[in-house]
């Protein structure tokens, strides 16, 4: 009996603590990247409800719209309890792809590509809410290794299309419209799963936490591997149905692993070892403590209350220290969130622009379609490595040395420039290659130090916004690198090409540009653009080098 009881205060502890918060918020994010599931169910759109290139571009707009309403999820998560917010993700998922997925299987009337594109941007809304309350728990529990922490959590959602396409290919091999189904079901069970577990804990702190994160990492690693070895093997050999499920079932046993190193990390914080554990760890409450100030402290946490407790909506101007709790607005208009917005614009902006044009790259460089597209894969995969990698690398030069993460932004920002210039000159040998693979660790790595870097700075108060406020910079990056720069400049080299051949431009629909020029003019210059955010990341590490010189957590040791 006394046995039967153990197991169970064990379980329970299992439950309740924040390794298994961080299991759980790993398979939420698993589901939360629904973005980069479109590229590979928008062609069943198109072949099944007839919608011709303009209705297209249509429901693509509405689905990018759903990236301008995260900051929503953030005021949302602001106030509102983690399973509420998990449950509104779960609601937006399900009822978003299930639409979807009813009118690609002709069960309700033909919708208007209005009508599709609503559908497409309700489930693609969920992410503001999943994705960003997982985030900011995880980082208010691990508030110590907090680039660890997001590095591991963007990983996963990178990994998102991957698995959920192996899930798919798993049960629906012959039905490409499977997947939309798989999108709405599989990450709703994820969010609803892990409803009640996604919340703040007072936990113990581990010295070694760092290297249980390490082990994190080592299996996701296994996983994204995995993933590669699939990915390739399905593009150059004939797969099974049978090879799709023991596929898909690896893929739920790789999830599920981490499982174990939860139960063996609890077993040592658990009162098998609890001589030991009074020996190393030092206690400290993640979540927010009403405490009773000393007699002697009290004058000065009198005085100190008011920047830390203001509203996010008074005193815009009279800003607390970096590292203080700001407000919304505070931090806003703050100029090291106008340095975080202009590292932004030239990184993400630069390298997402060069990753949506990497397959019309191969095409203008008559690269083969099977090869493109392998390479495509490849880059979610390195991209996935970047996020990780960057987290652990800033977090380690931040514990030892006191390096400000954005000298880590700095080099990566170096690198893709690197990438890009290699782009604008493919005819250099392996040049297409290379820069594939740089571009897809830097894009990657940029994401975890950004958002540290707020959290650090801003504090955790108004975190949910402000992340979702940082992440608007993309979509508006894309839109002036892509939108207004480079598509212009390939339709002009695309004309050339059409009257160098002797032909009437006007007379040619969707002119194609084919030849190493195609994207030198606008890859040089997107590689300058990106050399310039190394230079402003660079000045921003020189801006903030006290601050991290100093006791980043201190509010968080008691």
């Not at 609601?91 to 997925?101: E, K, L, R, S």
């Not at 975190?463 to 939108?483: G, K, R, W």
């Amino acid at each position: 009996m006394g046995g039967e009881n153990g197991c169970f205060r064990f379980g329970a502890r299992l439950v309740r603590g924040r390794w298994f918060m961080l299991f759980g918020a790993m398979l939420i994010m698993c589901g939360s990247g629904q973005t980069y599931i479109y590229s590979s169910y928008s062609k069943v759109l198109q072949t099944t409800l007839g919608y011709d290139e303009e209705e297209m571009n249509l429901i693509t707009f509405y689905r990018d719209f759903a990236a301008y309403v995260a900051i929503f999820g953030g005021l949302v998560c602001e106030v509102a309890p983690p399973w509420v917010v998990l449950l509104i993700g779960a609601i937006f998922n399900f009822v978003g792809f299930i639409m979807t997925w009813v009118a690609v299987m002709h069960k309700i009337p033909r919708p208007a590509a209005w009508e599709t594109g609503l559908y497409v941007a309700i489930g693609t809304t969920s992410p503001n809410f999943s994705n960003t309350i997982a985030l900011v728990i995880c980082v208010k529990n691990f508030p110590e290794s907090r680039g660890v922490v997001l590095g591991l959590m963007k990983g996963m959602v990178g990994l998102t299309a991957a698995i959920v396409t192996q899930i798919y290919l798993g049960i629906f091999p012959n039905d490409p419209r499977g997947l939309i189904l798989v999108t709405a079901v599989f990450p709703t069970l994820f969010y609803l799963a892990f409803m009640f577990t996604i919340r703040t804990v007072e936990a113990e702190r581990q010295p070694n936490e760092l290297r249980v994160f390490l082990k994190f990492f080592y299996l996701t690693i296994v996983l994204a591997l995995f993933l590669m070895v699939v990915n390739l093997l399905e593009k150059y050999i004939d797969v099974t149905k049978n090879d799709h499920v023991i596929s898909a079932a690896f893929v739920f046993i790789l999830l599920l692993l981490p499982l174990s190193l939860v139960i063996k990390e609890e077993a040592v914080l658990s009162g098998l070892e609890t001589h030991d554990r009074l020996n190393y760890r030092t206690r400290y409450e993640v979540s927010a403590i009403d405490e009773k100030p000393q007699a002697s402290a009290a004058p000065q946490q009198e005085h100190q209350k008011p920047s830390s407790s203001v509203s996010c909506f008074a005193n815009i101007f009279k800003k607390p220290e970096r590292g203080e709790d700001h407000s919304i607005l505070q931090a806003m208009f703050s100029v090291d969130m106008l340095y975080i917005f202009f590292i932004t614009l030239c990184g993400y902006g630069t390298g997402l622009t060069a990753y949506d044009h990497f397959g019309r790259l191969g095409q203008a460089l008559a690269k083969k379609e099977r090869l493109v597209s392998s390479i495509v894969s490849l880059v979610s995969i390195w991209n996935y490595y970047g996020r990780v990698y960057s987290g652990f690398l800033s977090e380690l030069l931040l514990l030892k040395w006191k390096v400000p993460r954005s000298i880590v932004s700095t080099i990566m920002l170096i690198l893709q420039s690197i990438g890009l210039l290699l782009f604008a000159y493919p005819e250099i040998p392996g040049a297409y290659y290379v820069a594939s693979v740089t571009l897809g660790f830097t894009l990657g790595a940029q994401v975890p130090i950004n958002l540290a870097i707020i959290s650090e700075l801003f504090g955790l108060k108004y975190y949910a916004t402000l992340l979702n406020f940082a992440q608007l910079y993309s979509p508006l990056a894309l839109y002036l690198m892509n939108t207004k720069f480079t598509r212009v400049i390939y339709a002009k080299e695309a004309i050339k090409d059409v009257i160098a051949q002797g032909k009437d431009p006007a007379l040619v629909k969707d002119p194609v540009c084919e030849g190493s020029h195609c994207f030198r003019l606008s890859f040089s210059i997107l590689a300058l653009i990106s050399f310039i955010g190394a230079l402003i990341s660079l000045k921003f590490a020189s801006r903030t080098r006290e601050f991290y010189r100093g006791d980043l957590y201190k509010k968080k040791k008691v």
